[in-house]
Structure formats: C-alpha cells, structure tokens
C-alpha cells in the first residue's frame, strides 16, 4: 500500500507542469478584471472631500484617512499624517474660537477669534484640496506600460518590472495580474504591490 502510494507520488513529481499558451489567433483573449472596491471609486472620492466642510471641520482627518488607504504604501503614512495633523489644528482653532471673549450678538472677538477662526478655515482648505490632489487611486496597466514607468507607478524593482515586460512580449498580453504575477515568478513583495496597483 504504501509502495502505491510512492508511486503515485513520484508520477506526480515527474510531469512537467504545464506551461501558458496564448490563445490561438482568431480567439478573443479572456480578459479578467478585478471589480474596484467602493472606497476607491471618484464619486466616493468627492463625497469625501466635502466631509470637512460638511462637518464645520470635525472630520477634517477622514477624507486623508481615505485617500492613504487607496494610495501606496510609500504616500500612505504621508497622508494618513498629515489628517490627524490638519484635524488637531483645527480642534486647537475650534477651542481658540470657542474661548475667545465674544460680543453682544455672541461672536468671537479679538485677535484669539480672528486667528482661531483664519486657522480653522486654511486647516479645511487644505484638507479639501489634498483630498482632491489625491482621490483617485494609482493604477498601473501591465499590458501596456513600459517596465521603467511600471516599476515607478507600481513601486516594484525595475528588474522585476523587466521580466513582466519581457514575459508581455513572449505572451502577448496578460489576461490577468494573477498571470503576470505567475509568468515573471515575482517576488511575494512585488506580487503584492502589483495586486493592489495593477490593472489589465
């Protein structure tokens, strides 16, 4: 029995693994695409740079918070930062404002009110227009991008950029980034990158 089994097992070991063939020509190429998350979308993107206006500055920090999600790894911390850094100044100008002497009519007087109130305003603008700069996502396209722009826009070693290039010229084009992944045999980091950035 276990002889069998042996046996078996070196059958398996010995075939070739089998090796991708393009599709014949007069074939469409399969084409898979992986369905974009909704925090990625540009409609969501706007949503979420209106927050710090539509929430008088409480949510200053969210629409960063976002835009580090969808971003690389390399501008995520950046940006992730620089919202918990825009929202605590614009708490710091909210308390300003609200210890400020006031007048008659209740609003807030003196340069303590006029700084906090100037200060909580750039700390919205700011995060408005970064959420903006930074809405949308990074994408790399591995079927048409050549290997030194792939290897910026996708964060991954120009070396490795080169075997994806050059397994898209043997191939053709790739049907999907599990394929690329496949076919250049990249490395776990880089296959990761790619799985976030890469498109066909």
Partial sequence: MAAGRLGAYRRNVTEPVPQYQP??????AR???????????PAVGWVFAALPILSFGLLTFVPLLRCGLIRPARQRWALIGAGIGLEAVGVAAMMTVSSAPENAQGDPTGVAGALGTTVWLI????????????R???????NTLPADVLAKRAGIDPEEADQ???QRRILGRFDSVEHAIEAADLSEEAATRLREVGVV
């Fill in 23 to 28: 599709p014949s020509a007069g074939v469409p």
């Fill in 136 to 142: 949308d996502p990074i994408r790399a396209n591995i």
């Fill in 31 to 41: 084409t898979v695409s992986r369905q974009p998350s909704w925090i990625t979308r």
């Fill in 164 to 166: 994806i290039a050059a």
């Fill in 123 to 134: 700390a919205m603008t700011v995060t408005v227009v970064l959420a903006v700069v930074f």
